[in-house]
């Protein structure tokens, strides 16, 4: 018996764990819940609290068994508008509560052409958002189905109205038309020139008083942007903009999501956009947000029109330079097609002669006594066109389609001439092509959720030639020839998906996916011989993430990141950005922003023998081209009160991975560089009535160091300026209207070699316009006459000079392409 007691013992304790271990059966064929609780209290001891009417409202069908008790109730309740509570051993039974959410969504237009208006401002409940590209907004809450919203759009009259919730509402504002003179809304606040966002480094611009500006049409576009603080204006610059002390290329202006490679700006009469075209223009000079990419410098994107959806419209314009022109009609009630043109039929440069001081010229090594001055004649040629088509359809529950094709040509050359002691010329040709198309579709989903599929394609083929000869002017015998060509060839492919998500009043996310190919080719050669050829292929998928949430009234967060992964570089690239914003007042608001940001193709330097700089495209490798890294510091302030506004902003940057090719007769080398640029933008801007005044001050500096500088030494960039200065005013004296705009800027460095400054001239320039319009039944009309750079200042552009050999030993330096004193005519009409 003493040998049983203990085998009795485990027996009993295996016998006691077995009925703890029990599993819980349920066994119902469409019984009421109410029943299936009975069953488990009676089987299983279990222990309920519920409302016996409500569970007899749900039928069961299950045959399943359970470990434990928690897990049996999860399953039975998980499907159910039901909750529990364990309390004591008690399961509480209790209906779910319901939380009702209220939505709103729409698409804010134009009230005149049914335009979509992009990236509008409103505030909903009090909460600030924007539009997306296409005016779409959503909107949730929680404690209200009433609404109040307030929309503003530069050049519309502000909207303030209440609604109740519901899908595809249609929100329509009416555009100031500062030309016409039977307005008669004047109980309404209108948006005019320039509007700072809640997020910092970002700036919307008012198209419809570019044509006010002192432009002849043409080129409103970016005279309109060159006016802007933290942009360069001095200088001229003809092929990029420089934001921010941001090089070549490192900046990217995008039309309907074609990335245009050249601005074709020279003497400021054209512009690479046709301003008949243009809808909305947003600039981000610094520390944006994570959806943008690709870039380390600023970003303008530029959305062009869909064409009126209402009547046909025709706009014709006429200078002494160029001809233009754009027509938009209907098709249907939900399409339209919108097509544009400009075309030069008059020379835009004469043949001059260009009197050169010899004080500039190394005389000791000239052959023989040389005159006072050099005589130099000139003979520039420019021609141009471009066209655009567009297509754009929508349906009735939101979703928007469209096609967008571009096209232009620009031709520029010029000869020069000497015919002294030895007969020299020089020919100098640049040719270029941009090609360009986009597909986008935008989709709005029933939940209020937004997506935007684009498919884009740009080229741009640039084809350049540097002939340069010198000869005895009695034997006619050459000893010195030089026949430099280059074509360079960049073409981009990119499609990308966006998506934002409404998650509640105080929150929605935004996501999306893009791919980008870029294929760059150099050819580049000397007399006939192939001295270069440079090929580069390279392909990313990135992707990109971002939070968007309001922590309470006027204070908002968003953080996010972009990454990419290069398949050349095998790599994954991480792009952190960070950005605040908080509206202390209806008047007072502050921001700033953080962010990482990569560029894997480049614009590189050439420095040739002649200390001449060019830029070509090329590919990141990681070799010798690295990847373009930047970081962006932003913080900014603004003040607005009744018309008038007081903004700054500075900024610190500093960007890693420049390359510069040195050439200096046999030897060649490829150099890395990095650069810090920091600045402070003040813009003060005031209206009276229709008459507006704005004055904008930008105080910069960008630095640089390459290899082959000494250790440590930073040097000024070639495009470092301190000050600059620029104030524009318009008057509204209907049906005349006068606008001046006035540039000063202290000035880029000259350099002889790397180090030392030879010059540093300033920028001085004044442009006036007087324009008149009128209108005879539904024609308007419009005569404008520009007064460019009334004072006759003799301006130096920004990398334009031109060396131009007197002989093998001597050469002086002539600034081509300036803004000379000129007045230009102007016609156009609008049926």
Do not use: C
Request: glycine letters at 6%.
């Amino acid at each position: 018996m003493k040998a049983l007691s203990p085998l009795l013992l485990l027996f009993f304790i295996l016998l006691i764990s077995n009925s703890y271990a029990q599993k819980i059966e349920i066994n119902a064929n469409n019984e009421e819940l109410s029943e299936v609780f009975i069953d488990l209290r009676e089987n299983y001891n279990f222990q309920f609290s519920y409302n016996n009417d409500l569970l007899s409202n749900y039928l069961v069908n299950i045959h399943k068994s359970f470990p434990t008790k928690e897990k049996t109730i999860n399953f039975l309740l998980k499907k159910l508008p039901l909750n529990y509570e364990v309390s004591n051993g008690v399961f509480l039974i209790y209906p779910e509560e319901k939380i009702i959410q209220y939505r709103i969504f729409g698409q804010i237009l134009d009230k005149e052409s049914l335009e979509p208006l992009p990236f509008s401002h409103l505030t909903v409940n009090d909460q600030p958002m924007a539009s997306d590209e296409q005016g779409n907004f959503s909107f949730t809450s929680q404690t209200d189905s009433i609404f109040r919203i307030l929309i503003s759009h530069l050049g519309y009259f502000i909207e303030d109205t209440t609604v109740v919730s519901g899908d595809n509402q249609k929100f329509y504002l009416t555009a100031a038309s500062t030309d016409l003179p039977e307005v008669t809304v004047t109980d309404k606040i209108v948006q005019t020139f320039i509007k700072e966002g809640n997020q910092a480094g970002n700036i919307k611009l008012n198209t419809k008083i570019a044509g006010f500006l002192p432009t002849n049409n043409d080129n409103s576009v970016f005279e309109l942007l060159r006016m802007q603080p933290g942009i360069l204006a001095s200088g001229e610059q003809k092929n990029d903009l420089i934001i921010w002390g941001s090089y070549e290329g490192e900046s990217q202006v995008l039309f309907d999501n074609i990335t245009l490679w050249g601005l074709k700006n020279f003497y400021d009469d054209i512009g690479a956009v046709n301003p008949l075209v243009v809808k909305n223009i947003e600039v981000l000079k610094g520390g944006y947000e994570a959806k943008y990419a690709d870039r380390v410098g600023g970003i303008v994107y530029i959305t062009g029109k869909n064409g009126s959806r209402i009547k046909p419209g025709l706009n014709l314009t006429l200078n002494n330079i160029t001809a233009s022109g754009s027509y938009e009609h209907p098709i249907g009630k939900r399409s339209s097609i919108l097509m544009a043109f400009r075309q030069t039929y008059y020379n835009l440069f004469k043949d001059e002669q260009i009197k050169y001081a010899t004080t500039n010229v190394d005389q000791s090594n000239a052959a023989g006594n040389m005159p006072e001055y050099i005589q130099l004649d000139v003979a520039p040629d420019y021609k141009f066109h471009d066209l655009n088509l567009k297509f754009a359809t929508n349906w009735e529950n939101g979703d928007n389609f469209a096609i967008s094709l571009m096209t232009g040509e620009d031709r520029y050359s010029y000869d020069v001439t000497n015919d002294l002691y030895v007969n020299s010329k020089k020919h100098k040709f640049e040719g270029n092509n941009q090609y360009g198309g986009s597909i986008n579709y935008g989709k709005v989903w029933k939940n209020g959720n937004t997506s935007n599929l684009s498919v884009a394609r740009s080229d741009l083929n640039t084809k350049t030639s540097d002939i340069i000869s010198i000869h005895q002017t009695k034997t006619s015998t050459d000893f010195f020839r030089r026949d430099d060509r280059t074509y360079n060839n960049i073409k981009e492919y990119q499609a990308k998906l966006k998506n934002m998500f409404v998650i509640s009043e105080d929150q929605n996310l935004e996501a999306g996916l893009s791919y980008i190919y870029n294929d760059v080719d150099l050819r580049e050669d000397s007399l006939g011989i192939n001295v270069l050829h440079i090929n580069s292929k390279t392909d990313r998928i990135g992707g990109y993430f971002q939070n968007n949430l309001t922590i309470s009234n006027g204070f908002s967060i968003k953080a996010g990141f972009h990454a990419s992964y290069p398949i050349n570089l095998k790599k994954l690239y991480w792009e952190p950005r960070l950005s605040i914003s908080l509206i202390a007042t209806d008047r007072i608001s502050f921001n700033a922003a953080w962010g990482l940001y990569k560029q894997f193709i480049t614009k590189s330097s050439i420095v040739s023998d002649n200390e001449r700089y060019r830029y070509i495209w090329v590919g990141a490798d990681e070799k010798s081209v690295p990847v373009l890294e930047s970081i962006h510091n932003v913080i900014g302030g603004s003040y607005h009160y009744n018309g008038f506004t007081f903004s700054m902003e500075s900024y610190y940057k500093k960007t890693y991975g420049h390359t510069r090719y040195i050439r200096y007769r046999n030897f060649e080398d490829v150099v890395i560089g990095d650069s810090k640029s920091y600045g402070l933008d003040v813009f003060v801007k005031k209206d009276f009535g229709e008459h507006t005044f704005w004055v904008s001050y930008s105080l910069g500096k960008t630095e640089e160091h390459f290899e082959y500088f000494p250790e440590g030494y930073y040097r000024r960039a070639l495009h470092d300026q301190r000050h600059e200065i620029k104030a524009a005013g318009l008057l509204s004296l209907r049906p005349f209207y006068l606008s001046a705009n006035y540039i000063f800027g202290s000035g880029f460095p000259i350099y002889k070699r790397y180090n030392q400054v030879i010059a540093e001239p300033d920028y001085n320039r004044l442009d006036a316009a007087l324009i008149y319009k009128f209108s005879v039944k539904r024609v308007k009309y419009e005569l404008g006459v520009l007064f460019q750079n009334v004072l006759n200042r003799n301006n130096i552009t920004y990398e334009s000079y031109e060396r131009i050999p007197l002989d093998q030993i001597n050469s002086i330096s002539i600034f081509t392409e300036s803004v000379p004193s000129s007045i230009r005519f102007y016609f156009k009409l609008t049926i």
